[in-house]
Structure formats: C-alpha cells, structure tokens
C-alpha cells in the first residue's frame, strides 16, 4: 500500500501536468518562483542528508491553488485520468476560474466528523462506516461525554488515545489510517485546527446543546468547537444533528443563531412515510439525509418516486 508521501509525489506529477508545467503550477498556487518546486520534484537531499519531502502545508497550498479538496494530495488517484491543462486566454479568465467552473461545487472527499455528549450515538456510527464505505476521507474527533455515550447506547468502548481509537477503527471497518485519522481533543497542531487544512464539511452528530452553543458564541476551547469555528469561517457545509427533544428557548436561539451563519439543522427525526420496519430502519432514514445534505451517494433508502 502507497503511503502519504509516495500519493503526494505521484499528485504533486498530475498537478503539474494539469497545470502545464511547474513553473504554471508555482504561479496558480502563489510561489513567486518555480525554483522550489522543481527541488522538491528531483527530490533533492539537504545538508542534513534527509530529503526534501512535501509537507502539510505544501500540500494544502497546493490543494488550495488547484482548486482541490483538502486531502486530495494524501489519496491514490492512481485510476483517475489527468486533467489536461486549459489555455489561458483573457475572455476565458485565469486557469483557477476555468477549473472552478468545471469542478462539481458539491466535490467533497474529506469530511470532520465530531460526536459529542448528546444521545444519538448510532446516527454517527452508522454515518462514519456509509462516508467510509463511499471511499470518503474521515477526520474523526469526540469528546469525553461521547465515550460515555458510546457505552451507555451501543456497549462500545471508545478509547482515550486518539492512536488507539484509530487502530480500533480502522479495524473494524477495514480502512487505512490515510482515510481515517482521530484526533484528540486538545491537538491544536491538527489540520482541522486551521483554515488552510480545512475539511471539505463537517458533521456534528450528534450535537450536544452545550456543543451548539459554545460554538454560536465562538468558544473554541478544544479541537471539536475550533474544527466548526474554522468550518463556518472558511464557509464549508456544516451539518447539525442535535440532541433528542426538548429543546428550550436557549437551544432553539443558538440551533437558528448557526442557522444564520449557514450551518444546516438537521435533527433526527425518521419519517415514517416509507413505513420503517426495524430501529435500523429509522437510523438510515436520518443518516441518508445527512448524506443527502453532503451530495454523497448512498443506498440507504429509495428516492422519492423511485
């Protein structure tokens, strides 16, 4: 199996060759020149002797510069055919507009998933194994109420290290570590942490009303409220399942105070209109919207009309 740094070279190549060269490539994503691209693609050794690598911040420049999902760099594109470059002319505009233009808007690859201390547990497991399954990236944090939640409503053990939970993970679902990392609470350095690094969307299932609101009023006092303060600032999709009913005038005024900031409340109500026959049955109703809401194709429940 590939890892990071041999999918990050083998991109960095198509980058290059849908930019039309690297000093194209340096220019679309903000080098002033070309010169350092062209080290890190000879893989030249430092002084030190180790060699010149393509870090996270290189990476997510380059994301950011061709228009790409955060991630995109990490992940084996080995199947996807190159874009060829497009001609720069001054009707058309410049080479990121052109690729804007023909990206798909709802093109999201790397998700933020959070569970918190609210109940609604299986929502969010059954939400990671469908994004896991439709080959989506997972950025996974949840906070210390959770653990016990995921007792308390499914008898599972959610480690404290983020390693260990990530190995179980991993596991269970059969995945890499590339496509689904955990990140601990307080792990500033994370890339959901910043704006730059930024998921493509964040899901918070489910949402504690003390979550929800320490993130209507800015907060950020650990990973999960900053990773939604960076997803609202940088106006990716974020996505709400809040806790079961009922919700007080102090919920309902923080749930429409990030209603109004362009997250979507999703609570978890399963309609009963395509008569569910089993508690799975209402749990993929209430994940199917969220994936819907994602633009993520799923086989959880028919379509209308369908």
Not at 89 to 113: A, D, F, R
Request: charged share 20%.
């Amino acid at each position: 199996m590939s890892n990071i740094q041999d999918n990050r070279f083998a991109n960095f190549e198509k980058l290059i060759r849908e930019a039309g060269g690297v000093a194209k490539l340096a220019r679309q994503c903000g080098y002033d020149k070309p010169a350092y691209l062209y080290q890190v693609r000879a893989k030249t050794v430092k002084p030190n002797g180790s060699q010149l690598q393509i870090g996270d911040r290189m990476a997510a420049k380059l994301e950011k510069g061709m228009n790409k999902p955060a991630g995109w760099l990490d992940l084996d594109h080995s199947q996807t055919p190159d874009i060829m470059p497009m001609k720069m002319s001054k009707s058309s505009g410049s080479l990121k507009k052109q690729q804007k233009s023909n990206n798909n808007q709802h093109n999201i690859e790397t998700i933020t998933l959070a569970f918190t201390g609210a109940s609604g547990m299986p929502y969010g497991m059954r939400l990671l194994e469908e994004l896991l399954k439709a080959g989506k990236r997972v950025w996974l944090v949840y906070s210390q109420a959770a653990q016990v939640v995921a007792i308390q409503e499914m008898n599972l053990q959610l480690p404290t290290s983020p390693a260990d939970a990530q190995k179980l993970l991993c596991e269970k679902y059969g995945v890499s570590p590339e496509q689904l990392r955990v990140f601990g609470r307080e792990e500033w350095f994370a890339p959901i942490a910043s704006g730059n690094s930024a998921a493509d969307a964040m899901v918070i299932c489910p949402a504690s009303m003390g979550t929800v609101a320490a993130i209507a009023h800015g907060l950020s006092d650990n990973l999960l409220e900053r990773a939604a303060d960076v997803s609202i600032k940088e106006k990716r999709p974020v996505i709400i399942v809040p806790r079961e009913t009922p919700l007080s005038v102090i919920h309902l005024e923080n749930l429409l105070k990030l209603a109004q900031a362009g997250c979507t409340i999703l609570p978890p109500a399963a309609g009963f209109y395509y008569h569910p026959q089993s508690i799975d049955d209402m749990i993929n109703f209430v994940v199917a919207k969220i994936l819907d809401q994602l633009h993520i194709s799923h086989q959880l429940t028919a379509k209308w009309g369908e």
